[in-house]
Each structure stands twice: as C-alpha cells, then as structure tokens.
T-cell receptor, first 114, second 113 residues
Framework: GQQLNQSPQSMFIQEGEDVSMNCTSS?????WLWYKQDPGEGPVLLIA?????ELTSNGRLTAQFGITRKDSFLNISASIPSDVGIYFC??????????????FGKGTKLSVIP | DVKVTQSSRYLVKRTGEKVFLECVQD?????MFWYRQDPGLGLRLIYF???????EKGDIPEGYSVSREKKERFSLILESASTNQTSMYLC????????????FGPGTRLLVL
C-alpha cells in the first residue's frame, strides 16, 4: 500500500517560534489532510486540501498541497503552548470501492517551551 | 458539528474475553472506520464500512470483526482478546463522495491483561 513519510518525528521549540513539518509519498493523492491530536484524545481536523498547488490557512496554520500531488507541508506561525500535540498528515485516494481510505503519516510530536 | 462518540474512554479486559467497542456518529455519514493507534506505528486501519451491513478489511483485520446493523453505529469486536491488542482504538466517519474528510471519535484506550 501507499507509504507516507512525515518529518520531523518530533520538535522542541520556543514559544513564539514558527514551525514547519512535511509529508512525502511515493503515490499520488487526491486530498491531503492535516490533523492534530491532543494527549488522550482523537485526532481533530485542522486543514483539508483538495487541489494540487492549493495553499490554505486556518488562523496561524498554513498548509499546501504539493504540485506533484505527492507531498504537503504544514506551517504554524508564532507557536503558543496549546500547540503542543501530535500532528498527522493523511493522504486520501479514491479506492474504487465507493469509499475513501486514508493513509496516515506517523506523526510529528510538537513540544513548545514557554 | 460532526459528533463521533465511542462507548468507553478506558477499558480493562482479561485475555480471552470477548470485547465490544461501540461507535456512533450523528451526521448520517455512510463511511465508518476503525483504527488502532500504537506508539511508533501511527494509525492502522482495522476495518471499514461504506454502508449498512457492508464491511471491508483494512490493513490489520486479524483478531477483529465488525458489525454495522444501523447506519449510525459501527461496532468493533475482539472475539478473544489478547495482550497484543492493548492499544488506543479510534473510530472515524465520513460522507460517501469526493474528497470528504474523516472525523474521529475521542478514542478508547483498551488494556488487555
């Protein structure tokens, strides 16, 4: 099946710094999604990208769907302590069975030092 | 807002017990999914369903079964729990159609002793 490489695996940053993480794939995806998971909770959708080249913002978060459709990045500007958590990328590809399966990256664990 | 609920946040079971994990969504979504999440392995798809009474195996279906008797409810069953099934279990749902995203429940943390 498809593989998603997400990097970095973990980051320690100072409050106020900008953060960048990315995902690359050997396969083409139709949709890229970015989720955040707080400890002990389920992932929450942050940004969804549907077209190659698309750049979308959600507050301090910005994500882009790579032109090759094989990569995506997520930037967080001016980080704050509540940004702590695990960020997952996910690629969505029509499976031909009437459903849309997601392939997930392994996550980037973000720690913010006040 | 989409709401996906899971019957238990924490569960402790013994090896060999039959375990039911329930998931309910209130947005009339066609698709429902069960994942398990383990450190270093990310989220792995166990089973999914795109319609009532329909089910498809995911990447790691062994040791699990599912039931979708009603559109809003998708159950994951561990027929005979084993210690290697200790994990965080996440349910998700999505609309059938192009590009619809998956919405997750809060998760059930299962410990099998």
């Amino acid at each position: 099946g498809q593989q998603l490489n997400q990097s970095p695996q973990s980051m320690f940053i100072q409050e106020g710094e900008d953060v960048s993480m990315n995902c690359t794939s050997s396969s083409i995806f139709n949709t890229w999604l970015w989720y955040k998971q707080d400890p002990g909770e389920g992932p929450v959708l942050l940004i969804a990208l549907y077209k190659a080249g698309e750049l979308t913002s959600n507050g301090r978060l910005t994500a882009q769907f790579g032109i090759t459709r094989k990569d995506s990045f997520l930037n967080i500007s001016a980080s704050i302590p509540s940004d702590v958590g695990i960020y997952f990328c996910a690629g969505q590809l029509y499976s031909g069975a009437g459903s849309y399966q997601l392939t997930f990256g392994k996550g980037t664990k973000l720690s913010v030092i006040p | 807002d989409v709401k996906v609920t899971q019957s238990s946040r924490y569960l402790v079971k013994r090896t060999g017990e039959k375990v039911f994990l329930e998931c309910v969504q209130d947005m009339d979504h066609e698709n429902m999914f069960w994942y398990r999440q383990d450190p270093g392995l990310g989220l792995r798809l166990i089973y999914f369903s795109y319609d009532v009474k329909m089910k498809e195996k995911g990447d790691i279906p062994e040791g699990y079964s599912v039931s979708r008797e009603k559109k809003e409810r998708f159950s994951l069953i561990l027929e005979s729990a084993s210690t290697n099934q200790t994990s965080m279990y996440l349910c998700a749902s999505s609309l059938l159609g192009g590009g619809e995203t998956q919405y997750f429940g809060p998760g059930t943390r299962l410990l099998v002793l």
